[in-house]
């Protein structure tokens, strides 16, 4: 009983670890993204959502591939893999897989951003700016 407490109590440290660590990964990548935006930089945003979250809510400029569809359909829709892309979902779970994929098919520059809500704020101070 005492033993499983402890597997227990070290199982949530891990997983709360996990996520302090995705939000820091994230906030970090949100600065690079937008000091590269404000330089000049071109960057691909990917919204992997389906297309009917897609058409209810979208980044400007935004090119909308479903996660399920990313293997089968990015290399004609990006063929340069040097591309600058940055991935985003709704809550960041489909991002996660979406960027897996696309450095498994060889793409350099990925960035995964999470949530459209974080694109949207980034396409925002780009546009501010």
């Given at each position: 009983d005492q033993m499983?407490?402890?597997?227990?109590?070290?199982?949530?440290?891990?997983?709360?670890?996990?996520?302090?660590?995705?939000?820091?990964?994230?906030?970090?990548?949100?600065?690079?993204?937008?000091?590269?935006?404000?330089?000049?930089?071109?960057?691909?945003?990917?919204?992997?959502?389906?297309?009917?979250?897609?058409?209810?809510?979208?980044?400007?400029?935004?090119?909308?591939v479903p996660v399920s569809d990313i293997q089968n359909k990015i290399q004609k829709i990006i063929p340069n893999k040097e591309t600058n892309i940055t991935v985003y979902c709704q809550s960041g779970a489909r991002s996660l897989i979406a960027h897996r994929i696309l450095k498994n098919c060889g793409y350099k520059n990925v960035t995964n951003i999470g949530t459209v809500h974080n694109a949207a704020k980034l396409k925002e101070k780009r546009e501010s700016a």
């Open positions: 499983s407490n402890k597997f227990l109590f070290l199982s949530i440290v891990v997983v709360l670890a996990y996520i302090i660590y995705n939000k820091v990964k994230k906030s970090f990548a949100m600065k690079n993204i937008s000091a590269n935006l404000k330089q000049g930089e071109q960057i691909t945003f990917l919204d992997v959502r389906t297309k009917k979250e897609f058409e209810g809510f979208s980044v400007t400029n935004s090119i909308n």
